[in-house]
């Protein structure tokens, strides 16, 4: 049996090879056609991207014609360079260079000679593209832009460049992909299909018809339109607000984790990335290291959270066992952890786990920190247990939304303080500033829109996700799969009582809506840059989160404004309004509303320019760059009225 075995399978194997060669030489065409490139001409025709609506139904995003010059540089024969660059506008160096990149893709595959021409110019050249041999008009779409507003939320279209096309054989010289938001999330979807045509030539590469009577050709298809998450109106709104000031505001649907807005500030026209000045203005947009419009804050601006971070603290605690809704701290302006060390506070009363939260008593938070650290032997394994905690509510996480790009935040664990500590045992009063949201935590405006969230749903949450719908598909499993925290459901009805007097007797005190019980808490977060090599203290960063109602929340929401005071003065207005505007759909609170829309925060900004001489050697405006803060006083200011 052995003898007969692996001549068998030698047989068997030559049986199966010589069927494959005889198919692929004989019987399949595909790869003749491939390789008879010099009779076969290719032409595509391209679809029709997918629409984009939003939530509602409002069309936000559809498609305008648009024209492209094509070039075969082998075919090109007496062509009259003066009257051809006459006719398009340009310099006879610029086509002579473009011919040469033609040249260097391919001289006989089809690439760009000039992109995205207007009806006008695409008229007059195809009055007499005859003349111009080697050259054609190929027809594409282009994005046409319905609303001003929401550019950081879709993204938007470009050519590929070399390294895609290596990457991936769909698509070629002078195709168009999306970048960023949802045009590169779900490029695939909104793509659709090229649809080919082969072109039969002759010996004199002359058009005689489709090859093989189109037995090969395919039709193009549209892509897939979508519906977002995104309430239009909301997203409007938002940015409305944001006008003059700089940060990030996220509202999540806490029952779905549907992104209700996604508002980064300073933005801009989703329209200026269109047509031939795409790349000019790009250009101008990536330069300004200032204002920076093409960084969305909401997704990747990492700042300390300040004192919602204490909602967490005050959770963990309960879970923990350390503590109850009665147990009580003293406060004297603050919290003396260590020789010379002392955490300010603006209270001075006895707190407890309800008016610690709607007065934001550092002392009350700093003690129930230590409380939670101190219940275990050694600090470091203690840390690890508040870092589980902690990360349950999605902070110091990739949280795996559907848009492609995003930063993680930190919440530190006991390896974070081995590198920042090695050869010293740290203890509880070390790192006592992550109790109020500072020393080594940061997070994101998302992740925080997603903790109130989180917390408005009493335990859970959702994955935050801007997919609504895809025409005939189902969205992705993981934006259906509920994640619970490692925290007890009965623990948050109390945290939930003082976040609701936060505004009726606390430090949001003035900014409520009628008939809309809002659970909200302010925040207020040093901040740090260097200026040209020195540390300089800026103006702190205004921070608000919060969900209403407070029984079935439809919204939560979190907002920051860059160098904005304190909570309560901008980012805390901003809550409400947004709040007010996606629950009622309109606005009563016209006294916030005004401020918001005349404030401007502009000249906090440009402050810095005139106090700190910027390096005359620098050809781009200069970085800021965030820096640690020192921990040797460490100060929330969330009593602060706008009226001091």
């Known amino acids: 049996m052995r003898k007969v075995l692996l001549p068998t399978i030698i047989f068997i194997a030559t049986i199966l090879l010589l069927m494959r060669l005889f198919y692929l030489q004989v019987m399949d065409e595909t790869l003749k056609l491939k390789s008879d490139n010099n009779a076969i001409k290719i032409q595509y025709d391209y679809p029709e991207r997918g629409y984009i609506y939003d939530r509602n139904g409002k069309l936000m995003v559809a498609n305008q014609p648009s024209y492209d010059i094509m070039v075969i540089p082998r075919d090109m024969k007496n062509i009259d360079t003066l009257e051809f660059c006459k006719l398009l506008n340009i310099r006879k160096e610029d086509f002579l260079s473009r011919i040469e990149k033609a040249k260097v893709y391919s001289p006989r595959l089809p690439s760009v000679f000039l992109p995205q021409l207007n009806k006008a110019e695409f008229a007059a050249f195809q009055e007499k593209v ?35 096309i290596a990457k991936n054989p769909y698509y070629n010289s002078g195709d168009l992909i999306g970048k960023q938001g949802v045009e590169e999330s779900y490029e695939h979807e909104l793509r659709g299909v090229k649809g080919v045509k082969y072109i039969q030539k002759d010996k004199y590469n002359r058009d005689i018809g489709p090859y093989k009577e189109g037995r090969f050709d395919t039709i193009s298809k549209q ?22 000031k700089r940060g990030g505001i996220v509202a999540i649907e806490p029952s779905s984790g549907e992104i209700l807005a996604l508002v980064t500030a300073p933005s801009y026209d989703p329209k200026i990335l269109v047509g031939r000045e795409r790349s000019r203005n790009y250009t101008k947009l990536y330069n300004d290291s200032i204002a920076k419009p093409l960084f969305d804050r909401g997704l990747l601006a990492e700042y300390p959270p300040g004192s919602p971070f204490k909602i967490i603290t005050g959770l963990v605690a309960l879970q923990e066992g350390v503590i109850d809704e009665q147990t009580s701290f003293v406060c004297h302006h603050g919290f003396s952890y260590a020789r010379g060390r002392f955490m300010k506070c603006h209270d001075s009363q006895v707190s407890q786990l309800h008016n610690g939260i709607y007065n934001s008593c550092n002392t009350y938070f700093a003690s129930v920190y230590m409380k939670t650290l101190s219940k275990y032997k050694k600090t470091s394994a203690a840390v690890d247990i508040w870092s589980k905690h902690v990360k349950s509510f999605g902070l110091g996480e990739f949280m795996g939304y559907d848009l492609p790009t995003g930063r993680k935040g930190k919440i530190p664990t006991s390896k974070t303080y081995k590198r920042i500590y090695p050869d010293w045992d740290y203890r509880p009063t070390t790192i006592v500033s992550n109790s109020i949201g500072q020393g080594e935590v940061t997070t994101t ?50 945290v939930v009582s003082g976040l609701a007097d936060v505004y009726n007797v606390g430090t949001a005190y003035g900014l409520g809506v009628e008939g809309i019980q809002i659970c909200g808490k302010t925040g207020t977060a040093e901040n740090f840059a260097k200026i040209n090599g020195k540390r300089v203290k800026l103006q702190d960063h205004s921070i608000f989160v919060a969900f209403a109602p407070r029984d079935n929340p439809k919204i939560a929401v979190a907002v920051f404004v860059e160098n904005g005071y304190w909570g309560k003065r901008w980012a805390g207005p901003i809550a409400t309004l947004m709040i007010e505007k996606y629950i009622k759909r309109k606005i009563t609170r016209t006294d916030l509303e005004k401020r918001m829309f005349e404030g401007s925060l502009q000249g906090e900004y440009d402050k810095y320019l005139g106090k700190h001489k910027v390096d005359s050697l620098l050809v781009r405006k200069p970085e800021i760059q965030a820096v640690k803060k020192e921990q040797d006083t460490i100060e929330d200011i969330d009593d602060k009225d706008e009226t001091n």
């Open 223 to 244: 892509g897939e339109d979508i519906t977002l998450s995104i309430d239009a109106e909301l997203q409007k709104y938002g940015e409305e607000l944001m006008v003059n």
């Open 130 to 164: 005859r003349k111009f041999q080697g050259f054609y008009i190929q027809k594409r779409s282009l994005r046409d832009y319905q609303v001003n507003f929401g550019a950081n939320v879709f993204g938007f279209i470009t050519q590929v460049n070399d390294k895609i």
């Open 445 to 494: 405006p998302i992740q925080l829109a997603n903790m109130m969230a989180t917390v408005a749903n009493r335990g859970h949450y959702y994955t935050p996700h801007i997919i609504k719908k895809i025409e005939g598909q189902q969205i992705d499993k993981k934006f259906r799969t509920k994640h619970n925290t490692t925290i007890d459901r009965k623990y948050f009805e109390p």
